[in-house]
């Protein structure tokens, strides 16, 4: 389990920094608190199976292409390809804004798509893979709304808000969850917007968001609307490819 352990903590300093994507064993050492002998043995290892690569000349480390081998299969199994990527990139379209598909992940949900908008000078960019904690954001709202209530409310608990506010926000849920939308204001980015609905599989299990990210600055209210709208709708087109039954 150690060797586990330090293994997942070199891929998340690897993977963990949107500008330095390689790393002396040096660099790695300080990172992971772990002696240079230590180290070695273990990118060695890691190496083998590729989870790591190692630049011939620099004898710098980056992440290995065994990651992407994987997370193509798995990225295989949401049915993007052939059900929610299409609709995603038509939502695009009519919009012409950023698209995402969001899924919970525990305390946190992963951006696991994006569509962006070729035709919009100004685009708002979330990086494929990040964690997001679950209280923040139009997705994560709109999810923590449609899931089991005490699951939410465990969820709240670990993450906040304060005490004092754990009604208001838990009132805030129940709200969205009756609108059928979730909309987040300068949360994360200022001056960004985004508007979110719930997608169900054929079980009626909650397994995302999709959502629409636009830049907040002179937009109307009348093009708010038409952003609510058009989410909601294409979170119950997906839902429906994706055999949810309607009660």
Not at 107 to 119: A, F, G, K, M, Y
Not at 148 to 162: H, Q, S
Not at 215 to 227: A, D, G, I, K
Request: charge should be negative; charged fraction near 25%.
């Amino acid at each position: 389990m150690q060797t586990i352990d330090r293994a997942m903590q070199v891929i998340k300093v690897l993977a963990g920094n949107d500008t330095k994507r390689w790393y002396s064993i040096t660099d790695l050492s300080k990172e992971c608190e772990l002696p240079v002998s230590t180290m070695h043995r273990l990118l060695h290892s890691m190496m083998q199976h590729g989870l790591i690569q190692q630049e011939a000349e620099t004898k710098l480390y980056s992440m290995g292409n065994a990651w992407l081998e994987y997370g193509l299969q798995m990225y295989d199994t949401f049915d993007f390809v052939g059900l929610i990527r299409p609709e995603m990139e038509a939502l695009m379209h009519e919009c012409e804004e950023s698209v995402y598909f969001s899924k919970p992940i525990g305390l946190e949900s992963l951006i696991v798509e994006r569509i962006d908008c070729p035709h919009n000078p100004i685009r708002i960019y979330d990086q494929l893979g990040i964690r997001i904690p679950m209280n923040i954001g139009a997705a994560n709202k709109v999810m923590l709304a449609h899931m089991p209530k005490n699951e939410a409310v465990k969820i709240i608990k670990k993450l906040g808000p304060i005490e004092e506010d754990k009604a208001d926000f838990l009132n805030l849920l129940n709200k969205i969850h009756s609108n059928g939308f979730a909309e987040s204001h300068g949360e994360r980015t200022k001056g960004t917007s985004s508007v979110a609905a719930p997608i169900f599989d054929h079980s009626n299990e909650l397994i995302g968001a999709i959502s629409i990210g636009y830049v907040s600055f002179n937009v109307t209210e009348e093009r708010e609307n038409f952003l609510r709208n058009k989410v909601m709708e294409y979170g119950m087109r997906i839902s429906t490819k994706l055999g949810r039954k309607r009660s």
